[in-house]
């Protein structure tokens, strides 16, 4: 059985990621593949847990550290118990932030050195790193206005990352730059300021571009950056 692919988005709050898997999931579905969604941190029973503690913000006295310790044991449970199952079954997984959140947040916001970082990703990511990346990349005003109007609707309160001021966010972007600057050949920057319906082009051609047999492919449009 064919391995299945591996798919996250990144970026900071109020890119629109959890809007965009699930418009991805509709395309792969109507291409007849068969794909499950997820999250981070969550996406396994135990690591919901740790979500609830994690976006309380909660463990954010403990420092960084703590915190990355934290979204690892998470990671940890989330890989075991769903993404990799899925994957040796033959079903794509998607997953709405994964190990470069931990590198953004927690290595350039919370000055993690990078070889601690990398330590963690090696015990606990090991082998299964993403097949493509999809970093929806906006201004940060932006993105927090666009999250300010989602909690207002819903009716919900902030969480312990929007709550950080616009310099925070503003680190943030850079540092999911850097990411996609560092490993062109996995991660693929999406200008997430327009529209969802031209978003969802973008990333749907990303993905068709990058994981299609290499006879199939097809040329890349307007709106998407990233190296081959």
Same mark, same amino acid.
């Given at each position: 059985?064919?391995?299945?692919?591996?798919?996250?988005?990144?970026?900071?709050?109020?890119?629109?990621?959890?809007?965009q898997?699930?418009?991805l999931?509709?395309?792969?579905?109507?291409?007849?593949?068969?794909?499950?969604?997820?999250r981070?941190?969550?996406?396994s029973?135990?690591?919901?847990?740790?979500?609830?503690?994690?976006?309380?913000?909660?463990?954010?006295?403990?420092?960084?550290?703590?915190? &990355?310790? @934290?979204?690892s *044991?998470?990671?940890?449970?989330?890989?075991?118990?769903t !993404?990799r199952?899925?994957? %040796?079954?033959? $079903?794509?997984?998607v997953?709405?932030?994964?190990?470069?959140?931990?590198r953004?947040?927690?290595?350039?916001?919370?000055?993690l050195?990078?070889?601690?970082?990398?330590?963690?990703?090696?015990?606990?990511?090991?082998?299964?790193?993403?097949?493509?990346?999809?970093?929806?990349?906006?201004?940060?005003?932006?993105?927090?206005a666009?999250?300010?109007?989602?909690?207002?609707?819903?009716n919900?309160?902030?969480?312990?990352?929007?709550?950080?001021?616009?310099?925070f966010?503003?680190?943030?972007?850079? &540092?999911f @730059?850097?990411? *996609?600057?560092?490993?062109?050949?996995r991660c693929?920057v !999406?200008?997430a300021?327009? %529209?969802?319906? $031209?978003?969802?082009?973008?990333?749907?051609?990303?993905?068709k571009?990058?994981?299609?047999?290499?006879?199939?492919?097809?040329?890349?449009?307007?709106?998407?950056?990233?190296?081959?």
């Open positions: 059985m064919t391995r299945g692919r591996f798919i996250t988005f990144e970026g900071g709050e109020g890119a629109g990621k959890s809007t898997v699930q418009r999931m509709a395309r792969l579905d109507a291409a007849g593949i068969r794909a499950m969604a997820t981070e941190p969550g996406g029973p135990r690591a919901e847990e740790f979500r609830k503690v994690l976006l309380s913000g909660a463990a954010k006295e403990l420092g960084p550290m703590a915190e &990355a310790l @934290l979204f *044991a998470a990671r940890s449970d989330h890989l075991e118990h !993404i199952p899925a994957l %040796a079954r033959g $079903i794509w997984v997953c709405d932030r994964f190990a470069d959140s931990t953004a947040y927690q290595g350039a916001l919370g000055n050195e990078p070889a601690v970082i990398r330590a963690m990703e090696r015990i606990v990511v090991g082998s299964t790193y993403p097949d493509l990346t999809l970093i929806l990349d906006l201004p940060p005003e932006l993105g927090l666009r999250a300010e109007a989602r909690r207002n609707a819903r919900e309160g902030t969480d312990r990352f929007e709550a950080e001021d616009v310099g966010h503003r680190v943030l972007r850079k &540092a @730059l850097d990411i *996609a600057e560092a490993e062109p050949e693929v !999406i200008d300021s327009a %529209a969802p319906e $031209i978003v969802e082009e973008r990333v749907w051609e990303a993905v571009t990058r994981l299609a047999p290499a006879t199939t492919r097809i040329k890349g449009k307007d709106g998407v950056r990233g190296g081959h």
